[in-house]
């Protein structure tokens, strides 16, 4: 759990890597610009965009989508157009520079210049800038001040060219006041609950059924092709031989890096976490805070904590948790500073008010603490030794790969050269090209090289891994099937009764709703079922109703209802269906109004002000003629969930 938080929460997934530039698709045409073709990409208006400029924007662009997600792959970015976005931001950028020139819209080198002694990393203890800490942070990122300097001012003017154009958006109080009320009115709701799960009792998929529904759905269970491999890593950790690394290396080297071998002070912790997104509703919040006080009563009373965990993961709460683990100090992204602050504070065995995060809401429990200290030589001897190994193994590593490629290209098996060359021979089970094994850390292009090849093949290059090298067999080669009706029968089943249950539920709720469309059905109704009527806790238009989940359809019949009284229709729910009528509408609270007018007003201006320099942007980019000189630099042009850019104007 600690690790996501590490991570940044890196499974939110692709979706943001394209939210790290702007990414605004106008419409291209593929013009026959005469000049040097070799060296222009495309003209905006007439005028030539350089390869070697896009380029420049596409390294920088990729390389702050690694940094702030690691896992991304080089396909994953490809498959997402992302050489186009790189080319749309950089159309885009040059559009509103060239407005920013006509409407006489200027940075001067003071205002440049103050600008970037207000950046704290090149601020000095007494947050004074330090041009010497500039020039280091610059270079050990591969940028020069003139490249800094130009991109900042770049930034800075386009800053100015969108408060400028935005400055007419304003949003009165009443208008705020309005939208205020609107989005704060709550609703409740008393509903009877049809879980689908009430309603499975009984059933047994048959042998035909299970069948029938393989065969209609049989592409559901197809599986890629795979292979196995046997392999020679050439890598520094691979070809390490760590016996042979004297005692003597390994002290000295501890006595040199002492620093790197500090111990953070530590705590550890385990705690529960219900996953909310940083716009869930207040309902959902209070719902989420009010779980996680009932657990942490649980937990006081001496409740066992893996008990307390739901046994599905994909429970209606959300909830997940994680026992006992060490926190570094400072390990964690400042995002998650709360929690880290959180459970520095505890003392052992102390248990925390619920924390907010952007990950959701946490309960934290602490146990031992460590001060911050110094390993000794002996907590360390083994991971040096591993260190100074793995540096020389660094530098044979060519001499072992040359000598193995040269005994493979005269006819030796991979076997035998592994052997001669007294290097480990490995075997891996069998892979599909999209699930390759972690430990191997093979690139896009190995992988591709490796499904184009034969069994009993023999790379005859070696394929790329991110440490290092592999020099790989073919052992072995699975083509593309499907699995056998005998091993997913199971699957199939589980997955007949669920929508049996589901159907089943959905008729009950239909034949009363049907019911309760006179006086004295709803009574009998109501009559019959009401041990079983519940009442929400009350909920917003956004559509999640606590204990019932994301119900988007319920929940606007909620808030369309002119009087309270029952629904006429059954409404699905998370885990089945539910009749359902309203109970009463919440006006928005008067004081909540007192408390949160600034925000509201700020929020409101700044969508307002979006939209309008986006209707500005949408003008400009319309007048622009922009075409294509070498679309094949360029790539897949189709992004997922996006037309295909069109001729161009």
Known sequence: MLDPMRKHAQSWGVKIVFGLIIIVFVFWGVGNFRGDKATVLATIDGQPVLIKDYEKAYQESLRLVKSKNPDVTDKDLQEGGFRWQVFSNLVTTRLLEDQGKKLGITVTADELRAEIAKIPAFQDESKQFDAKRYENLLKSNGVTPGEFEDDFRQNLLLEKLAAYVSLPATVTEAEARSIFDFMREQAVISYIPFRSEDFTKGYAPTADQIKAYYEARKDQFATPAQVKIEFVEFTPKALAKPAEVPDADIAASYEANKKKYAKPEQVRVRHFLIMLPPD??????????????????????????????????????????????????????????????????????????????????????????????????????????????????????????????????????????????????????????????????????????????????????????????????????????????????????????????????????????????????????????????????????????????????????????????????????????????????????????????????????????????????????????????????????????????????
């Open 280 to 649: 869930a509703p207040k309902e959902a919040a209070d719902a989420a805070e009010a779980k996680l006080k009932d657990l942490a009563a649980k937990l006081k009373a001496g409740a066992d904590f893996a008990t307390l965990l739901p046994k599905n993961p994909n429970n209606p709460d959300g909830l997940i948790g994680e026992d006992w683990a060490w926190l570094p100090k400072g390990s964690l992204p400042k995002e998650f500073g709360a929690f880290e602050e959180t459970a520095f504070g505890l003392k052992k065995d102390e248990i925390s008010a619920p924390v907010r995060t952007s990950l959701g809401l946490h309960l934290i429990q602490a146990g031992d603490h460590q001060a911050a200290g110094e390993r000794t030589l002996a907590e360390v001897k083994d991971d040096i030794r591993a260190e100074l190994a793995e540096q020389k193994a660094a530098d044979r590593l060519a001499k072992a790969m040359d000598a193995v490629q040269e005994k493979i290209a005269s006819g030796e098996d991979l076997a035998k050269a592994a052997t001669e060359e007294k290097l480990e021979l490995k075997a891996s089970d069998f892979f599909a090209q999209q699930n390759p094994p972690a430990d191997l850390g093979l690139t896009d292009q190995a992988m591709a090289a490796l499904f184009k090849m034969q069994k009993g093949e023999v790379s005859d290059t070696p394929l790329s891994t991110q440490d290092g090298f592999l020099m790989a067999r073919v052992a072995d080669v699975k083509p593309a099937g499907f699995e056998p009706l005998e091993a997913v029968s199971d699957v199939i089943k589980d997955r007949l009764i669920a929508e049996e249950g589901q159907k089943r539920a959905r008729a009950k709720a239909d034949e009363l709703a049907k019911a309760m469309e006179t006086p004295e059905g709803r009574q009998k109704v109501l009559d019959e079922y009401k041990g079983k009527v519940a009442v929400s806790q009350p909920f917003t238009r956004q559509g999640f109703i606590p204990g019932l989940g994301m119900a988007p359809v319920l929940a606007q019949t909620a808030f369309e209802a002119k009087d309270p009284g029952w629904f006429k229709a059954a409404y699905a729910v998370s885990d089945g269906y539910v009749l359902a009528g309203l109970d009463k509408r919440v006006p928005a609270e008067a004081a909540l109004w007192d408390k949160e007018k600034d925000r509201w007003l700020q929020t409101l201006s700044q969508t307002k002000r979006t939209e309008l320099f986006n209707a500005y942007l949408k003008t400009v980019q319309e007048a622009a003629k922009v075409e294509i000189v070498n679309d094949q630099i360029l790539g897949p042009r189709t992004v997922p969930g996006q037309a295909p850019a069109g001729a161009g104007n």
